[in-house]
């Protein structure tokens, strides 16, 4: 990949496409049982077919298909036309491919070496556009946030170093840092899997990695074992453990498959919920300080062999925990920046109400917020920034269950509030029962007296 030495060029071509089996970077025997595993498991193992699966230009292939066929590993069945020679596994082959398989199980897109992942990480790491507080607006365009806060999320975003986000639950902190991906402006491309020794770390992974769409990808060729991605965001939670962050190995499918922060590399790695992890949050921090300050990262192998990967990603903890509760004062300056969600103001609430009103097609009305503050004020409740997006859920609830048009009314977010933030559902005593019930009943109109029937008529002058 040394060809290769700009993001530029990087970002308009590609990655370059191997015209030799030494420019893959892959041991060449390898990718013969990777072909010979694919051949085995492909319902008409044409040529195109395999070259399609290894993701390899067609000579390539080609010549590894030869190569098998020399040994006498496979044979050719049919020549229809070009690309379309079908092979067939001979008995030799099958052999040899039970002995791969029990060394290394995996069948996919040929493999690129751990150097040249490395070096691709590192060319691609900082986004060719820094961030300017006008895409830094547009990228945090849904939330309601004070400039400063904007202003350091850009310094964050351009320097790429860790974020540590606290506040009250609430305040729209994992709002926050989910976003500030949106800052890292461009595309990257990254491998479908890494060889090491002769073993294989799966990278790409559908769940975290969204892929371009194909017009957006470069005209000419280009090395189709990467694959060009969004920056990616992989958001970890209470479930982190420090056995997640190491390499998983799969004793069935015989290969690795790659921690949460190696699928994050090019991106942003959120860590929310700090503090509630399994693991003490000490033991966490010291896993990632050597990574947070030399941008590189060691895994171990079953083998116990331990190997150097980058660690080129944008990471953010956020918690609503006190950060003297969590850590000691040494590790904080290591973080690079410091930032605290604090809970909206009047102005800000009754903004972000108005947008998520107008999300959900309802038509707000200056009462309806001023009564929802006056809630706030009578109750002394602080206002958080969720809150009007899951008040005006529950009016939709409310809507759906009365079978009424969706609309905004006081009575609505009354009853949106009660079943929010909580309230007593008792039965009233009887006396006060049937007082309201009486009292409804005349307002109405509807109320006859037991002893005078058709008693109630209309005043005629009030007609």
Known sequence: MTNILTRMEIETMGPPVPEE?????????FLCDLVLKTVGTLPEPTTAAVTERLKLPRALTEELLHLLFREKLVEVRDQLAVGATRYAMLDRGWERMTRAQSFCGYIGPAPVSLDDYAHMMRLQAIPSQPATMDTIRASFRDLVLPDSLLQTLGCVVNSRRSLFLSGMAGTGKTAVAERINNGLNGLIWIPYAVEIDGQIIRVFDSHNHRPVAQERLPANDFDRRWICIERPMVVVGGELTLENADL?????????????????????????????????????????????ERRVDYLTLHTGKKIEVPFEQLVVFSTNLGEKDLVDEAFLRRMGY??????????????????????????????????????????????????????????????LFEQQPLELSPRLLDIAWRNYFGASHGFPNETEQRRGATGELRQSGRLRSPTVEHQYEPDPLQA
């Open 248 to 292: 998983t190995w799969s004793a069935a499918a015989k290969f690795y498959e790659a921690p949460f922060q190696l699928k994050a590399n090019g991106g942003t790695l959120v860590i929310d919920d700090f503090g509630r992890q399994r693991v003490a949050p000490n033991e966490l921090l010291n896993r990632w300080i050597v990574p947070l």
């Open 21 to 29: 089996l030494a420019e893959t970077d892959v041991p060449e025997s």
């Open 338 to 399: 410091r930032a605290r969600v604090e809970p909206p103001t009047p102005g800000a609430y009754t903004e972000i109400f108005k947008r998520a009103a107008h999300t959900r097609g309802l038509r707000l009305e200056q009462s309806c917020i001023d009564h929802v503050l006056n809630n706030y004020m009578i109750e002394q409740r602080q206002m958080k920034a969720c809150e009007p997006r899951d008040l005006l859920d529950r009016v939709t609830d409310i809507c």
